[in-house]
């Protein structure tokens, strides 16, 4: 009999209302998901307000393997806020989310550990970010050789 894992708890934490929009996209995807929460940061909620609903979230999401904290930008206030959770709970950050990221994280978090999962995190985020025009031209370019 094989032991279930608990999956790893995602909070994505945004500006706005960009990671219910990414948490929405991605379940149209790949199917619903559990274990996950949007926090929105912005100029209406209180920092005192977003560390507590991000504290809070943590306690419900960690259910033995940690939580990974995605947020949308490195520096800005989503991040800052995330960045008090390390230290004093099973938490990875992972900044930059994007769609690419997130379908990995979703489809990976029951099986890897942690810091596993955030480093699939990250690698899934860049090798999203493709720059098509200059590999087309580079790629049109092979060809030619040939």
């Not at 008090?84 to 690419?100: A, D, Q, W």
């Amino acid at each position: 009999m094989t032991e279930e894992i608990a999956p790893i708890g995602i909070i994505i934490v945004s500006h706005g209302k960009f990671g219910t929009a990414i948490l929405r996209t991605a379940e149209s995807i790949i199917g619903q998901q559990s274990d996950y929460v949007s926090i929105s940061v912005d100029s209406a909620h209180e920092v005192e307000d977003a560390v507590r609903r991000l504290n809070d979230a943590v306690g419900l999401l960690d259910r033995g393997e940690g939580v990974l904290v995605l947020t949308d930008m490195f520096g800005g206030t989503p991040t800052n806020l995330a960045l008090s959770l390390l230290g004093k709970n099973k938490v990875e950050v992972v900044t930059g989310i994007n769609l690419p990221m997130l379908l990995k994280v979703f489809e990976s978090r029951a099986s890897v550990s942690l810091p596993e999962l955030a480093k699939m995190a990250g690698d899934a985020g860049q090798a999203g970010i493709v720059v098509t025009g200059r590999m087309l031209r580079t790629r049109g370019r092979d060809k030619n050789d040939d």
